[in-house]
């Protein structure tokens, strides 16, 4: 089974200030990783996503993500954040071959003040 | 090229009553997936349906929850004689045959009276 953490349940910045939420997840087989972003009562956007490859991965809104596998975490930073990006940011992970469900961690509220 | 469609976005019910939440995958999508977001919770799993089968249902409740995907129409999640503890967030995903990433819909609020 997987279990995903995300360590800040919420984290307020100011504006054009830099971000990382944290996010570790425990898995015994090789997993997919996720980002994803829900503003007020709207669905879950995708922002990014690790499939293969390049361990830093880009995603929309200037959004990025490192992958370490020793560490078992997928931080997702922003080097500059904008008011609008106040949300709820969610890491998610999935098993590469075996259930088909996204495991979550429970989210980190973004705050930005201006 | 239209996303993951749900409906109502929201439902009001009384205690007792039924409650029935639609999802229409996006094009091309032929597996859905169902989630609830329980208030100050993250999102957890219900069940993973394929066209006319239920693949994986490992998250639904044993009791009152059901969820169907037919041939021709939505995915519908039924659940019957709703309580105060079923008020959530109910999410809909969908994805192509094999491949991830999974596309939200806007979700369904669902009360409880």
């Known amino acids: 089974a997987q279990s995903v953490t995300q360590l800040d349940s919420q984290v307020p910045v100011f504006e054009e200030a830099p971000v990382e939420l944290r996010c570790n997840y425990s898995?015994?087989?090789?997993?997919?990783l996720f980002w994803y972003v829900q503003y007020p009562n709207q669905g879950l956007q995708l922002l990014l996503k690790?499939?293969?490859?390049?361990?830093l991965v880009k995603g929309i809104n200037g959004f990025e993500a490192e992958f370490n596998k020793s560490q078992t975490s997928f931080h997702l930073r922003k080097p500059s954040v904008h008011i609008s990006d106040t949300a709820e940011y969610f890491c998610a992970v999935i098993e590469v071959q075996g259930a088909q469900k996204l495991v979550f961690g429970q989210g980190t509220r973004l705050t930005i003040n201006p | 090229n239209a996303g993951v469609m749900q409906n109502p976005r929201h439902l009001v019910r009384r205690r007792g009553q039924e409650a029935r939440l639609r999802c229409s995958p996006m094009?091309?999508?032929?597996?859905v997936y169902w989630y609830r977001q329980l208030p100050e919770e993250g999102l957890k799993f219900m069940v993973y349906?394929?066209?006319?089968?239920?693949?994986?249902e490992s998250g639904m409740p044993k009791e009152r929850f059901s969820a169907e995907f037919p041939k021709e129409g939505p995915s519908i999640l039924r659940i019957q004689q709703v309580v105060r503890g079923d008020s959530a967030a109910y999410f809909c995903?969908?994805?192509?045959?094999?491949?991830?990433?999974?596309?939200f819909g806007d979700g369904t609020r669902l009360s409880i009276l």
């Open positions: 995903a969908s994805s192509p045959p094999g491949h991830q990433p999974q596309h």
């Open positions: 094009k091309g999508h032929s597996h």
């Open positions: 898995s015994s087989v090789s997993v997919y």
């Open positions: 349906l394929q066209k006319e089968n239920i693949i994986d």
């Open positions: 690790y499939l293969s490859g390049s361990t």
